[in-house]
């Protein structure tokens, strides 16, 4: 009986310190995590919170909470897909930043816009695709 209890005790002293060995190596708040576990960890360990996002219009960095003008019109097809003009950021639109075209690279004046499609994903942040700004975009419609 007593062999028993000794076993028993080894056994469960073994469960504990592999627990504690899995935790410490490879666990998600590991010191020693190794990188390509991080690809199939969670998401919310995967992603480093405030990833730095720039206007399209100005190149400028925005700051948390900084927001693009833009207006997103409904799609008409009943997809995903929707088409968005962006006017700018703050700093673009209330002073004397420059702004280009990343398309054609034109320089843009304050009234100018860039056409953008817009796909809604679900569960996950909308994806801007920039396909020119009003001058070059209409150029290539009257091309066709």
């Not at 190596?25 to 998401?43: C, E, I, N, Q, S």
């Not at 100018?112 to 290539?140: I, Q």
Request: net charge positive; glycine share 8%; with cysteine.
């Amino acid at each position: 009986m007593i062999f028993y209890l000794q076993v028993l005790g080894l056994v469960t002293a073994g469960v504990i310190l592999l627990w504690i060995g899995y935790s410490l190596f490879f666990g998600p708040y590991a010191p020693f995590y190794p990188f390509f576990l991080k690809r199939f960890a969670p998401k919310s360990f995967r992603y480093k919170p405030g990833h730095p996002q720039f206007c399209p219009v100005c190149s400028t960095k925005l700051k948390r909470g900084e927001l693009v003008k833009s207006t997103a019109f409904p799609s008409l097809s009943g997809g995903r897909d929707r088409t968005m003009y962006i006017n700018g950021c703050r700093h673009c639109i209330n002073s004397d930043t420059y702004r280009k075209c990343p398309i054609c690279g034109a320089a843009l004046a304050i009234e100018d816009f860039l056409v953008t499609r817009m796909f809604e994903r679900p569960n996950r942040r909308n994806h801007v695709h920039v396909l020119g700004c009003n001058h070059c975009k209409k150029s290539k419609m009257f091309m066709r």
